[in-house]
């Protein structure tokens, strides 16, 4: 099994302060994703990252994947309320590609 | 936007009761997933599916659980006996390639009374 521990598990913080989240293991991933939850629903994917050192930008939000491949972040800068979510990073099997490790999470919330 | 979609969004059975989950993956991918997360827990692997056969299952997934691409659209998972314990949130998630990128459906809601 190829865990992924995320930190911090909460997060809570005001409108406008920037945020690191982190997503960590001991293993090799041949891709690494992240996802944002709502209660009740699926996850949905923000993004993939498969190159060692990969930096991605969505707006307001950097993804990097370690040069590893054993461990991303995710940057939020200037969080909005709407950024209120669970954040999930899932990994991809070194082995078998068509196998994803989930993180337990990371709950956001960004109070106006 | 294409998406993956997941019926029944809720389903209420008796213990012992069969159930089928149904799910229409994106209809350009090939690859195909059923994942469960039960209540305040990690969103977990069952099994994935590539060219009509099982490529990688977890060992969650025993005899019970069964899964099958009846036709060109549908991909359903099974589980014949369900348990308490089968109580879950089921996410069905199609690729297009391997390890590509997984789009995963609303989920079914699986209460086992």
């Known amino acids: 099994t190829q865990l992924l521990e995320q930190s911090p598990q909460f997060l809570s913080i005001q409108e406008g302060e920037n945020l690191t989240v982190y997503c960590n293991s001991s293993?090799?991933?041949?891709?690494l994703q992240w996802y944002r939850q709502e209660p009740g629903e699926g996850p949905v994917l923000l993004v993939t990252v498969v190159t060692g050192g990969e930096v991605k930008k969505l707006k307001r939000l950097t993804f990097q994947f370690g040069d590893a491949r054993k461990d991303s972040s995710l940057h939020i800068t200037a969080a909005q309320p709407g950024d209120t979510g669970l954040y999930l990073c899932a990994g991809a099997s070194r082995y078998n590609f068509n196998k994803f490790y989930f993180g337990s999470g990371t709950k956001l919330n960004v109070k106006p | 936007e294409p998406e993956v979609t997941q019926t029944p969004s809720h389903q209420v059975t008796q213990m012992g009761q069969e159930v089928i989950l149904r799910c229409v993956p994106i209809?350009?991918?090939?690859?195909f997933y059923w994942y469960r997360q039960i209540l305040g827990q990690k969103v977990e692997f069952l099994v994935s599916?590539?060219?009509?056969?099982?490529?990688?299952k977890s060992e969650i997934f025993d005899d019970q659980f069964s899964v099958e691409r009846p036709d060109g659209s549908n991909f359903t998972l099974k589980i014949r006996s369900t348990k308490l314990e089968d109580s879950a949130m089921y996410f069905c998630?199609?690729?297009?390639?391997?390890?590509?990128?997984?789009?995963f459906g609303q989920g079914t809601r699986l209460t086992v009374v």
């Open positions: 293993s090799v991933f041949s891709s």
């Open positions: 209809s350009n991918h090939l690859y």
């Open positions: 998630a199609s690729s297009h390639g391997q390890g590509g990128e997984a789009f």
């Open positions: 599916f590539y060219n009509n056969e099982i490529s990688e």
